[in-house]
Antibody, heavy 125, light 106 residues
Framework: QVQLQQSGPRLVKPSQTLSLTCAISGDTVSSNIAAWHWIRQSPSRGLECLGRTYYRSKWYSDYAASVKSRITINADTSKNQFSLQLNAVTPEDTAVYYC???????????????WGRGTFVAVSS | EIVLTQSPATLSLSPGERATLSCRASQSVNGYLAWYQQKPGQAPRLLMYDASNRAPGIPARFSGSGSGTDFTLTISSLEPEDFAVYYCQQRSNWFTFGQGTKLEIK
């Protein structure tokens, strides 16, 4: 049974960096048939996919255009986890942040089948 | 960016009735459309992928259809646990979600 356990601060000051970690159990972050995403949800922006990391003989990371200049998603194979860093946050970055697995096979990737429980992060001074 | 528009915003029905939820894309998503159910305080739960494929463990009363830009999620006979918010999501061009349809008890 695959599970994702999120951790990280729930309050971040404006202009600082939001950092979250997602620990994976029951699967491996370097799996060739998965991608590991960060998705956030807020009343104003709805559900928004921020970016992902995945391994296909080497590591890749892709980011949404809306946050591309401020985001880094990395994998840590020694701890079987992946992380989100979002720089220069503003109150508009206040949201529930989810990590999620994009299920893939050798042909394609399909949908987000496993989700973390979500972390509400408030950006406020 | 592909915009997904869901309708109606709110659907009021009774247990046992049939629910039909719609999702329209601003351009073709090539059938690469998924549906999720979300209950308060929980993460979304995958129901359908690639328009008409049920995810493992999803009851047969849930079905999906559509192609191109127009998609439908149908719940054949509502159970009490089906009242929730439903989202569509496309993977044709990055990943975007609709704004949701709230299915509430009439």
């Amino acid at each position: 049974q695959v599970q994702l356990q999120q951790s990280g601060p729930r309050l971040v000051k404006p202009s600082q960096t939001l950092s979250l970690t997602c620990a994976i159990s029951g699967d491996t972050v370097s799996s060739n048939i998965a991608a590991w995403h960060w998705i956030r949800q807020s009343p104003s922006r709805g559900l928004e996919c921020l970016g992902r990391t995945y391994y296909r003989s080497k590591w890749y990371s892709d980011y949404a255009a809306s946050v591309k200049s401020r985001i880094t998603i990395n994998a840590d194979t020694s701890k079987n986890q992946f992380s989100l860093q979002l720089n220069a946050v503003t109150p508009e970055d206040t949201a529930v942040y989810y990590c999620a697995r994009l299920y893939c096979d050798r042909i394609s990737c399909y949908a987000f089948d496993i989700w973390g429980r979500g972390t509400f992060v408030a950006v406020s001074s | 960016e592909i915009v997904l528009t869901q309708s109606p915003a709110t659907l009021s029905l009774s247990p046992g009735e049939r629910a039909t939820l719609s999702c329209r894309a601003s351009q073709s998503v090539n059938g690469y459309l998924a549906w999720y159910q979300q209950k308060p305080g929980q993460a979304p739960r995958l129901l359908m992928y690639d328009a008409s494929n049920r995810a493992p463990g999803i009851p047969a009363r849930f079905s999906g259809s559509g192609s191109g830009t127009d998609f439908t999620l149908t719940i054949s006979s509502l159970e009490p646990e089906d009242f929730a918010v439903y989202y569509c999501q496309q993977r044709s061009n990055w990943f975007t979600f609709g704004q949701g349809t709230k299915l509430e008890i009439k």
